[in-house]
Each structure stands twice: as C-alpha cells, then as structure tokens.
C-alpha cells in the first residue's frame, strides 16, 4: 500500500495494520542527512511502514536509522554484541 508522501501517522498505522506492506516516500533538498527527515523515518518504521523511497543522497543514513529502530524493537540483532568484563 501506498501511503504517500510524508503521510500523516496515523494513515500509516491504519494501513500497516492489515496485510500488505507500507510505503512511505520521504523527500528532501539536503545533500546532507536530513534530521528531520531521518526522524520521520524512524517514526514510520515504529508505525509498521516496511518500503521507503528516499533520495539517493539519504539512502545510506534511512538504513542505519532503520536498523536501528528494528534492533530497538527486536526484531533485528544488534550488529555489534558486547560484554564488559571488570
């Protein structure tokens, strides 16, 4: 499903809730990575949205971002596991 671009939040939870997998376009000006833009997309994916179409020059930040929000929710291992040993 299509939600559109920068969608409200709740268009988003409505849409994740059923079966297909949400897309959520995001877009940009900066050729750097766009804080606002890299929070909205950490806000969509807690939401359930699974596709997102971003601006090759955000590409790279959107991925870490949202690995890290699938490490948060548990559904992707952290990529680094460390103990402290004192």
Do not use: C, H, K, N
Request: proline fraction near 8%; charge should be negative.
């Amino acid at each position: 499903m299509d939600a559109g671009t920068a969608p409200p939040a709740d268009r988003v939870e409505r849409l994740a809730a059923g079966e297909a997998a949400v897309l959520v376009t995001l877009e940009t000006d900066a050729a750097e990575p766009d804080p606002g833009l890299l929070a909205a997309a950490s806000v969509y994916a807690w939401l359930g949205a699974a596709l997102f179409r971003v601006p090759e020059s955000q590409a790279d930040a959107v991925r870490e971002v949202l690995d890290m929000v699938a490490s948060i929710e548990g559904t992707r291992p952290p990529a680094v596991s460390r103990r402290g040993l004192a």
